[in-house]
């Protein structure tokens, strides 16, 4: 009986211990920037592993500048159905314009969401054009001002060569951003946006320099 009563005691004092002790947290998996591993960690080694906001200056910059990137092919598209001669090239300008203005819109609200500037919106009585001219001619495929304006007067299989080739170059500088991106930003929207760059631009280079012989 004595041992009974003994036994008892001492499992009623383990399982008292047992529920006086804080459970101890499961391991946490947190996510790694673009390109790199998750890693497990600590509970308590967790919560600062990760930051607050997941973008970056290269994130930010690539929106801003892909935004512009993308106003420049749409202003070169538009030329298209009135001065091309080719129905392949009008279509081909069509595509462009299609998929690259909803893209502005998705990076126009990603930085309007985290109170970043977008390029044009404060501009002033420059408008968007002026104020981000200096900026433009940084950006890897841009054309210049001369060469918009000659493509902007060329008619004809003339306005269907230039406009393959300065589209060319202009697609291989946004992969060459996209690139980049990949290599230094954190934000996952950006990854997505710039994975989707590549891949489309990609395509559209390869069918560009068949169009163009």
């Excluded at 004092?13 to 529920?19: D, F, G, K, P, Q």
């Excluded at 300008?93 to 990076?107: L, N």
């Excluded at 002026?130 to 495929?141: C, K, L, V």
Aim: charged letters at 20%.
């Amino acid at each position: 009986m004595r041992g009974f009563v003994l036994g008892t005691l001492l499992a009623a004092a383990v399982l008292a211990s047992a529920c006086s002790a804080e459970p101890e947290a499961p391991p946490v998996v947190v996510p790694g920037a673009p390109g790199e591993p998750a890693r497990t960690l600590p509970a308590d080694e967790a919560s600062s592993a990760v930051p607050a906001n997941r973008h970056n200056d290269a994130d930010v910059s690539y929106a801003q500048r892909m935004i512009m990137h993308h106003q420049q092919a749409i202003r070169m598209g538009e030329l298209a159905p009135a001065r091309a001669a080719r129905e392949d090239v009008k279509g081909l300008a069509a595509r462009i314009t299609a998929t690259q203005a909803p893209e502005i819109t998705s990076m126009t609200a990603w930085l309007r969401q985290r109170g970043l500037e977008v390029p044009g919106e404060h501009a002033g009585h420059h408008g968007s054009h002026g104020a981000t001219t200096g900026i433009a001619g940084e950006m890897p495929g841009m054309a210049t001002e001369e060469q918009l304006a000659a493509l902007a007067a060329a008619t004809g299989p003339e306005f269907d060569r230039m406009f393959l080739q300065l589209m060319t170059a202009h697609h291989e500088g946004a992969i060459t951003m996209a690139t980049e991106v990949l290599a230094a930003g954190s934000d996952v929207f950006v990854e997505e946006m710039a994975t989707d760059v590549i891949a489309s631009q990609s395509d559209e280079v390869t069918r560009m320099r068949s169009m163009a012989g």
